[in-house]
Protein backbone atom coordinates (compact mmCIF):
# COMPACT_ATOMS: atom_id res chain seq x y z
CA UNK A 1 0.00 0.00 0.00
CA UNK A 2 1.43 3.33 -0.26
CA UNK A 3 2.08 5.52 2.41
CA UNK A 4 2.88 9.14 1.88
CA UNK A 5 4.44 11.54 4.84
CA UNK A 6 4.98 15.19 4.58
CA UNK A 7 7.41 17.53 5.42
CA UNK A 8 8.63 21.26 6.03
CA UNK A 9 5.89 22.87 7.49
CA UNK A 10 6.85 25.32 10.27
CA UNK A 11 5.94 29.31 11.01
CA UNK A 12 7.24 31.71 8.59
CA UNK A 13 6.10 35.68 8.19
CA UNK A 14 3.90 36.56 5.57
CA UNK A 15 5.66 37.01 2.24
CA UNK A 16 8.03 34.19 3.15
CA UNK A 17 8.83 30.95 1.85
CA UNK A 18 8.36 26.94 2.68
CA UNK A 19 9.14 24.54 1.06
CA UNK A 20 7.31 20.79 1.73
CA UNK A 21 7.85 17.55 0.61
CA UNK A 22 5.98 14.68 0.52
CA UNK A 23 7.63 11.03 0.21
CA UNK A 24 6.74 7.81 -0.46
CA UNK A 25 7.60 4.56 0.66
CA UNK A 26 6.81 0.99 -0.28
CA UNK A 27 5.97 2.16 -3.66
CA UNK A 28 7.49 4.09 -6.54
CA UNK A 29 6.16 7.00 -6.93
CA UNK A 30 6.31 7.81 -10.52
CA UNK A 31 3.40 5.65 -11.21
CA UNK A 32 1.33 8.26 -9.16
CA UNK A 33 0.12 11.55 -9.73
CA UNK A 34 -0.07 13.54 -6.27
CA UNK A 35 -1.88 16.42 -4.64
CA UNK A 36 -1.10 19.01 -2.12
CA UNK A 37 -4.31 19.57 -0.05
CA UNK A 38 -4.71 21.69 2.74
CA UNK A 39 -7.68 21.89 6.17
CA UNK A 40 -7.51 25.10 7.65
CA UNK A 41 -9.17 25.67 11.10
CA UNK A 42 -13.00 25.61 10.82
CA UNK A 43 -13.14 25.14 7.05
CA UNK A 44 -13.39 22.29 4.81
CA UNK A 45 -10.41 20.39 3.00
CA UNK A 46 -9.33 21.48 -0.20
CA UNK A 47 -7.29 20.84 -2.93
CA UNK A 48 -3.85 23.17 -4.09
CA UNK A 49 -1.96 21.42 -6.34
CA UNK A 50 -1.65 18.25 -8.30
CA UNK A 51 1.66 17.26 -10.48
CA UNK A 52 0.70 13.98 -13.00
CA UNK A 53 2.58 10.98 -12.84
CA UNK A 54 4.97 11.97 -15.41
CA UNK A 55 5.38 15.70 -14.39
CA UNK A 56 4.46 17.23 -17.38
CA UNK A 57 1.05 18.11 -16.36
CA UNK A 58 0.22 20.14 -13.19
CA UNK A 59 -2.95 22.46 -11.89
CA UNK A 60 -3.53 24.64 -9.19
CA UNK A 61 -6.03 26.68 -7.17
CA UNK A 62 -6.54 29.65 -8.23
CA UNK A 63 -5.50 31.23 -4.96
CA UNK A 64 -1.89 30.08 -5.29
CA UNK A 65 -1.08 30.30 -9.01
CA UNK A 66 1.61 32.53 -9.54
CA UNK A 67 2.98 31.96 -5.97
CA UNK A 68 2.91 27.70 -5.23
CA UNK A 69 5.05 25.79 -7.55
CA UNK A 70 4.70 21.92 -7.91
CA UNK A 71 7.27 19.60 -8.79
CA UNK A 72 8.63 16.19 -8.31
CA UNK A 73 11.92 13.96 -8.38
CA UNK A 74 11.10 10.23 -9.07
CA UNK A 75 14.27 9.23 -8.45
CA UNK A 76 14.20 10.36 -5.17
CA UNK A 77 10.47 9.29 -4.47
CA UNK A 78 9.50 13.16 -3.88
CA UNK A 79 7.39 15.44 -4.74
CA UNK A 80 7.54 18.80 -3.68
CA UNK A 81 5.62 22.09 -3.09
CA UNK A 82 7.20 25.21 -3.25
CA UNK A 83 5.60 28.06 -1.34
CA UNK A 84 6.65 31.98 -2.07
CA UNK A 85 4.51 34.91 -0.91
CA UNK A 86 2.91 33.45 1.74
CA UNK A 87 -0.01 34.91 3.32
CA UNK A 88 -1.90 34.39 6.38
CA UNK A 89 -4.36 32.54 4.33
CA UNK A 90 -2.58 30.03 3.96
CA UNK A 91 -1.94 28.48 7.25
CA UNK A 92 -3.57 25.45 7.34
CA UNK A 93 -2.02 21.94 7.64
CA UNK A 94 -0.98 20.33 4.84
CA UNK A 95 -1.37 16.74 2.85
CA UNK A 96 -0.17 15.35 -0.47
CA UNK A 97 -2.57 12.19 -1.27
CA UNK A 98 -2.75 10.17 -4.60
CA UNK A 99 -5.19 12.02 -6.82
CA UNK A 100 -5.67 11.63 -10.82
CA UNK A 101 -4.34 14.77 -12.16
CA UNK A 102 -3.37 15.31 -16.02
CA UNK A 103 -4.26 17.35 -18.95
CA UNK A 104 -7.42 16.09 -18.64
CA UNK A 105 -8.28 17.48 -15.53
CA UNK A 106 -9.24 21.19 -14.62
CA UNK A 107 -8.92 22.96 -11.79
CA UNK A 108 -7.54 21.98 -8.09
CA UNK A 109 -7.32 18.02 -6.98
CA UNK A 110 -10.64 17.04 -5.86
CA UNK A 111 -10.93 15.72 -2.46
CA UNK A 112 -13.61 13.10 -2.99
CA UNK A 113 -11.22 11.41 -5.33
CA UNK A 114 -7.58 11.21 -3.48
CA UNK A 115 -6.48 8.72 -1.69
CA UNK A 116 -3.82 7.44 0.65
CA UNK A 117 -3.42 10.35 2.72
CA UNK A 118 -0.35 11.66 4.64
CA UNK A 119 -0.80 12.52 8.04
CA UNK A 120 0.22 15.86 7.13
CA UNK A 121 2.35 19.01 8.05
CA UNK A 122 1.41 22.19 9.82
CA UNK A 123 1.69 25.29 8.21
CA UNK A 124 1.57 28.75 10.03
CA UNK A 125 2.24 32.64 8.35
CA UNK A 126 1.74 34.91 11.16
CA UNK A 127 3.78 37.71 12.20
Known amino acids: QLQLVESGGGLVQPGGSLRLSCAAS????????IGWFRQAPGKEREGVSC????????NYADSVKGRFTISRDNAKNTVYLQMNSLKPEDTAVYYC????????????????????WGQGTQVTVSS
Open 26 to 33: GFSLEYYA
Open 51 to 58: ISSSGGST
Open 97 to 116: AEVPCGPSFNGPPSVNAADY
